[in-house]
C-alpha cells in the first residue's frame, strides 16, 4: 500500500467523523470505517501470500519480503491508531472492556521487543554468514585457482555451514557466532568487533526462549464476540493479532534462541474475512519449519537457504576437486558463485 493511499484512508476518517460527530449514525459510520480497514489489511496480506518463486529479489521469506511485512505492520499500526484515537474523546480508552484491552496491548509490545533484540542477533548471525560466504567466493575467484585458493575457500564455507546448523536451545546462536566471529578479521579490529558483538548478547538471557515468549504474547488473545466485533475491541484485537504474527514471522525466518514448537503457538480465527490471506502465510510458513526444524537450521530466510544450499554444493566442489583442474568444473563453480 502506498503512503497516498495510507493518507487517504486516514484523511476519510477525520472527514467523516467531522461530518457526523454531532449525528445519528455515528456508530455505522465507524463500522464502515473498520470494514475499510480490515479490507486493505486483507488485500496486503494477499499481495504477501502471493509473492512469486520465479523472482528471488521477491520471493516469499526473502529479505525483501520481509520489508514489505513490516512495512504492512506499521501502516496497520498507524490506522488502527487513527480508528480507536482521531476525533474521539479519550475517556473512552479508560472504559471496558478498553480498560483491560489497552494494557494487554502494551503488555505484548512489550514482549514483541524482547524478541526485537533477540532478531539483533540473529541479524548479525546473518551478517557473518554473509562474510563468511564473501570470502569463500573471493577465493574460489581468483586465478589462477589452485590449491591455496581451494583450502581457504572450503575453511570458510564448512565455517559458513557450522554458522548456519545451529541449536536453538540456550544461547547457542550466539555462541556460535562468537566461536568463528574471528575468521577473516584483521587483528586491528578485533576487539572493537568482539566488544560489538557482546553488546548485542547482554540483551538476551541465556535461558530465554523466543517460542515461549510468543506464547506468552498470545494469552487472552481472543476476537471480541457479539457488538465488540464491530466497535473499538476490534480494532485493539487486530492490532495485537499483527503484531504477534510479524514476531512470530521474524523468529522462523531469522536465527533465534530456542524456536522448538513453534507452530503450535499462534491461534488465528481462519473464519474471519480478513484473516484468510494471514491464515495462508502462517500455514505456508508452518509447513516449511516442519521440513526444517528437526535437521536445525538458522532460519527460513530465503538468501539463507540458498546460502546453505550453495555452500553444500561448493564443498562437495573443493572436496573432489583435482590439481591442475579440468577448465569445466571451474566454469560450472564460476557459474554458481
Known sequence: MTGTDQSSFLGRISIRRNQVNAMEGYHEQEIEDLELFQ??????????????????????????????????????????????????????????????????????????????????????????????????????????????????????????????????????????????WSFGRRSGNKDRHRGHYRSLSWQVAKHWSASKQIHAMTMNLAAPRGPEASCLPAPVYILSLIIVFVMWVLIAAIPCQERSGLTTHLPINKHVNWTHSLAGIHDKIGEEWKKKEKKGMAGLLYEMQKMEKLGQSLIEFTDSYQFPGEKEKLDEVAAQV
Open 39 to 180: 479490507k486493505q489489511l486483507s488485500d496486503r496480506f494477499a499481495e504477501l501470500l502471493s509473492a512469486p518463486d520465479d523472482a528471488p529479489t521477491e520471493a516469499f521469506l526473502s529479505i525483501s519480503w520481509i520489508r514489505k511485512l513490516l512495512d504492512v505492520f506499521l501502516c496497520c499500526e498507524t490506522e488502527c491508531k487513527a480508528i480507536l484515537l482521531m476525533e474521539r474523546d479519550a475517556a473512552q480508552i479508560s472504559k471496558p472492556p478498553l480498560d483491560r484491552l489497552i494494557p494487554e496491548l502494551l503488555e505484548r509490545v512489550v514482549k514483541a521487543m524482547d524478541i526485537c533484540n533477540a532478531v539483533t542477533n540473529g541479524v548479525e548471525l546473518v551478517r557473518h554468514c554473509q562474510k563468511l560466504a564473501e570470502i569463500a567466493v573471493s577465493a574460489l575467484e581468483q586465478k589462477p585457482f589452485g590449491e591455496g585458493q581451494a583450502r581457504r575457500a572450503k575453511k570458510a564455507l564448512v565455517s559458513l555451514m557450522s554458522a548456519m546448523h545451529v541449536d536453538d536451545k540456550e544461547s547457542s546462536v550466539q555462541k556460535t557466532a562468537e566461536r568463528s
